[in-house]
């Protein structure tokens, strides 16, 4: 009777969680057991707009060089009204983000292999 009493006090208090960060968002907080989880806890949907809030600002040229991209790619800005400068900066901010995820995949690639490698000398 405890046990359950504590699940329940745990759903309220996600609930109240959820209800003041979440500000009617889609996010849904449950108990592990209601969601048929093993985790206490468990996320279905991140508010990309909350992670976007905490990151810290970019500061002077790289933060308006962002920016730009941000309204480029939101089709609020075309080519045709970026300056040539910009428009090489773009180029070059894309290229260097195209590097980082490459780096970032093959660094993936490499722990997939060394998981693959565990298992096959756990087997």
């Known amino acids: ?3 359950e009493e ?3 006090m745990l759903d309220k208090i996600l609930n109240f969680l959820n209800s003041i960060f979440n500000k009617g968002k889609t996010m849904l907080l449950t108990s592990g057991e209601n969601a048929g ?3 206490d806890v468990q996320i279905r949907e991140i508010d990309n707009s909350f992670i976007d809030r905490i990151k810290t600002q970019e500061d002077g ?3 308006r060089i962002l920016e730009l991209q941000r309204l480029y790619r939101s089709g609020k800005m075309q080519e045709i009204d970026i300056a040539k400068e910009d428009v090489i900066k773009l180029k070059e901010l ?4 195209i590097e ?10 490499r722990k997939i292999m ?5 298992l096959a000398s756990n087997s």
């Open 1 to 3: 009777m405890k046990l």
């Open 6 to 8: 504590d699940k329940t």
């Open 37 to 39: 989880v093993n985790k």
């Open 61 to 63: 040229e790289e933060g």
């Open 94 to 97: 894309y290229k260097t983000q």
């Open 100 to 109: 980082k995820t490459k780096i970032s995949i093959a660094n993936y690639k």
């Open 114 to 118: 060394n998981v693959r490698k565990q």
